[in-house]
């Protein structure tokens, strides 16, 4: 069975759900830095675009009662290899050892322009 999620901390920008349940793990689509209450990219620089990014994921998994402590993956996708290192510093403040497995990808364009996305896969207590 799959069951959707949504929350207000996350934009869609094409038709695909914020989550998907599929006990026990639940998948997150990939979010951009969009603040949901302007509908504008995060300013600032790589940093502030990938908190917003975990802003927006850590609200879809609250709407199924799950924090970041639940995340067992994260995927990256970064437009410019050399914000790794800053990607890395606001990531390192957002989990805690033992930190989810990670992949990074550096891609050419992601929507709306943004900097980075980030997807997230969880597994349901």
């Known amino acids: 069975m799959r069951k959707p999620l949504a929350s207000d901390s996350a934009t869609a ?6 989550g998907i349940v599929a006990d026990p793990f639940v998948y997150l689509s990939g979010q951009t830095p969009l603040d949901p209450n302007t509908g504008e990219l995060a300013l ?3 940093g502030a675009q990938t908190n917003q990014c975990l802003d927006n994921l850590f609200g879809v998994l609250a ?3 799950l924090d970041e402590s639940d995340v067992i993956k994260c995927n990256v996708y970064l437009t410019d290899m050399a914000d790794f290192a800053d990607l890395n ?5 957002r989990f805690v050892a033992p930190y989810p497995a990670r992949t990074t ?4 364009a992601l929507p709306l322009g943004a900097s980075v996305e980030i997807e997230i ?3 349901r207590r």
């Open 63 to 65: 709407a199924d009662g």
């Open 89 to 93: 510093a606001a990531y390192l403040g």
């Open 105 to 108: 990808v550096g891609v050419a």
């Open 13 to 18: 920008v094409g038709p695909y759900s914020h």
């Open 44 to 46: 600032g620089g790589i």
């Open 121 to 123: 896969v969880a597994r």
